[in-house]
Each structure stands twice: as C-alpha cells, then as structure tokens.
C-alpha cells in the first residue's frame, strides 16, 4: 500500500522551530515526484502551504518552508504562532496508484 | 477567486449508493485546453488521514484509486458546472469527510500538482 510516513505529532514554543518529516519510497519520492504540504484546521478546507518541494504560493507566510530529498521531504516552521496549531499533511504522486498519496498527517501544537 | 463547494443527500444506508455533489464557481469545468484542471474527490475518516478517491479531466483521462476503482464513478454536468462522486456497496468504513478540490495537470497524463482549492468538506455516514 503507498503511503507517506509523518510523525503523528510535534510541538514547540511560540516563536521556536518546528520541521515536520514525510518519507516516501520508490514509487513517489524515489521516482523523482515532487511534494507539496497542507495545513488542514478540522471544519475548514485544508490550505496550500508549499508545492514542488519548496515554492510558497502566494499569502502564505515565509515561515513555512519546504525542502527534499531522494526519498525524503520536509515542512519548517520557524516562529512557531499560536495560529499554526493544525494538521499538516504532504502529498506526492504515486506511481503504484497512478495517483496521488497523502501524508499520515502531523498534529502540531503550540505549547 | 475559484471556490468549491459539496452538497450530497445526508445519512446512507450500508450497501446503498453514496452520491455527492461538488460546485464549482469562478472556473469552467468544461476547459479544452491541453492543459487544464483535473476535478478530484478526497476523503478523511474520523480520526484518521487524508485518502486520494479519484481525478477526472473533462474530455480526458480519469483516475482512480485503485482501492476504490470498482465501487467510484465520476461525471461532469456542463450545464450545471458541477462534477459528482458516485460510491456504490458503502459500508460503515465509507464514513467520512468527503472534500472536492481542483488539481492542474495534462489531458493525457495523470496529475502530478497539489490539489489547490479545495471545498470545505461534507460529512456522509453510513448507517442503517
């Protein structure tokens, strides 16, 4: 089954950084399929924060930033705000699914 | 600004057929250009993640999961501007939260882009 693996869970201080991680494999990751990361608060439709690895669309604070590896990506956010208490979910395409895979999705809390 | 919106009948009964509804204003669903916007339906049960459903490009290609592909049907009205979700044989594990969202991609290719809008979400449950 194609998944991509997150922490269930980060925390910081206000004003801290926090980086989530996302690792895929051969068939999204490793086949060269960039990642794109969502901020999603429950009852809201989810926001999109970062896409093709490290591009910020435009509104989104330069906060939140994006980077990858091979088989590996990863979500900062630096000066950790009360408002970035959310779910943050990654996003690939999969070449099993010809289609797109989520994140198992991170709770980040603000202490 | 191009928004979405779901809509669907509410509550279904187990082994009933689950069909949604997602509008679509500040675009036309119905672009020739090569490329366009694939129109896709995402899932998240309770407590649990998000799951890809399906992407359909009008006059093109559709995909769907491979999880699902025998249960999904995806259309698009023109008249209406809107596209559906159909999921038949629904059991308890078909509750969730059901979000439509667009995603750019090639008439012929499968989309690789992130979905950007998406709709708020529409709870369905299954239940007798």
């Known amino acids: 089954q194609s998944v991509l693996t997150q922490p269930p869970s980060v925390s910081g201080a206000p004003g801290q950084t926090v980086t989530i991680s996302c690792t895929g494999s051969?068939?999204?990751?490793?086949?060269?399929?960039?990642v794109h990361w969502f901020q999603h608060l429950p009852g809201t439709a989810p926001k999109l924060l970062i896409y093709?690895?490290?591009k910020r669309p435009s509104g989104v604070a330069d906060r939140f930033s994006g980077s990858k590896s091979a088989t590996s990506a990863s979500l900062a956010i630096t000066g950790l705000q009360a408002e970035d208490e959310a779910d943050y979910y990654c996003q690939a395409y999969d070449t099993i699914l010809s289609g797109s895979v989520f994140g198992t999705g991170t709770k980040v809390t603000v202490l | 600004q191009v928004k979405l919106q779901e809509s669907g009948p509410g509550p279904v009964k187990p082994s009933e057929t689950l069909s949604l509804t997602c509008s679509v204003s500040?675009?036309?669903?119905?672009?020739?250009?090569?490329?366009?916007?694939?129109w896709a339906w995402i899932r998240q049960p309770p407590g649990k993640g998000l799951e890809w459903i399906g992407s359909?490009?009008?006059?093109?290609?559709?995909y769907y999961n491979p999880s699902l592909k025998s249960r999904v049907t995806m259309s698009v009205d023109t008249s209406k501007n809107h596209f559906s979700l159909r999921l038949s044989s629904v059991t308890a594990a078909d509750t969730a939260v059901y979000f439509c969202a667009r995603q750019r991609g090639f008439r012929a290719y499968a989309p690789t882009s992130p979905f950007d809008p998406w709709g708020q979400g529409t709870l369905v449950t299954v239940s007798s």
């Open positions: 359909l490009f009008f006059g093109g290609s559709t």
């Open positions: 093709e690895n490290t």
């Open positions: 051969s068939s999204n990751f490793g086949a060269g399929f960039p």
């Open positions: 500040g675009d036309s669903i119905s672009s020739s250009s090569y490329y366009s916007y694939y």
